[in-house]
């Protein structure tokens, strides 16, 4: 079960102050959390977020956080963590310092040990200098320009958003110009296999490879959304990453 997730923190120790998260099936957890200090607070998190010391003061400690997020979880199916940044994983590990229970503790530790920084997705996907604000890819996928409110659930929500959208495409050309990759660095391209009894068949991207499993196998090519498309995308994903077979293929992620 992938989940996409983000924290809002206190502007100088990086205590979570907020945790927003929704699944793969749009379902959505959200919780402030009280830090240990609530003058942690500056004037400057409180612009940025809207989150005051007032409402901080009668929010769930960090350990009642994590025990409420672990309870929401699906424990049906091993899960995946996806971030945007690397300032995620910086706040669990302050967090975690100020945890003063086993069931906190296990809460916090299952999203770090398997959080997965997106924005390097992103980066490779564009072939890109380097990451990119999440606003700029959320912008491009809509066609307009967005307004970040820094609220960790609607943040989550535009990580969902710009992965269900990415997986379904191949771009033609870098929508962000001003970070292409330069020409002189080889272009990574990535390769996606399915074989079956000695046969072959390569594709250029997910998107490509989902659009084959559809029309062969669940007969709704003609009628698939982006939604239905993105979960065929991450079924083949993961059938990769764990060596199990979909659709009756083994399937295998590499380069050229």
């Known amino acids: 079960m992938n989940y996409f997730i983000d924290f809002e923190a206190t502007q100088f120790t990086g205590e979570i102050i907020s945790i927003g998260c929704v ?9 402030l959390v009280k830090p240990e200090k609530a003058e942690d607070i500056t004037g400057f998190i409180t612009d940025l977020t809207g989150i005051g010391r007032g409402e901080l003061k009668k929010a769930p ?81 809509r066609g307009r ?28 050309e870098c929508p962000f110009p001003e970070y292409k990759q330069g020409a002189d660095l080889p272009r990574i391209r990535r390769r996606i296999t399915a074989e079956k009894d000695g046969v072959k068949l390569d594709f250029p991207s997910f998107g490509k490879a989902s659009d084959w499993v ?13 939604k239905t498309k993105s979960k065929v995308c991450s079924r083949i994903m993961v059938a990769a990453e764990r060596e199990r077979p979909y659709c009756g293929y083994k399937w295998s992620v590499g380069g050229e």
């Open 23 to 31: 699944d793969e099936n749009d379902r959505q957890f959200y919780t």
């Open 145 to 172: 320009e967005v307004e970040q409110v820094h609220n960790s659930l609607a943040d989550a929500i535009f990580l969902k958003e710009i992965y269900d959208r990415s997986r379904t495409e191949e771009p033609v």
């Open 214 to 226: 559809m029309s062969e196998f669940l007969n709704v090519a003609d009628k698939v959304n982006d």
């Open 61 to 141: 400690t960090a350990d009642e956080a994590f025990v409420s997020l672990f309870e929401w979880l699906d424990k049906s199916a091993p899960v995946r963590f996806y971030c945007y940044g690397d300032s995620d994983a910086h706040f669990l590990e302050r967090t975690l310092q100020h945890l003063r229970t086993f069931e906190g503790q296990l809460g916090l530790s299952v999203v770090k040990s398997a959080l997965n920084d997106f924005s390097v997705d992103v980066r490779r996907h564009f072939q890109l200098k380097h990451c990119i604000a999440l606003k700029k890819v959320v912008s491009y996928y």
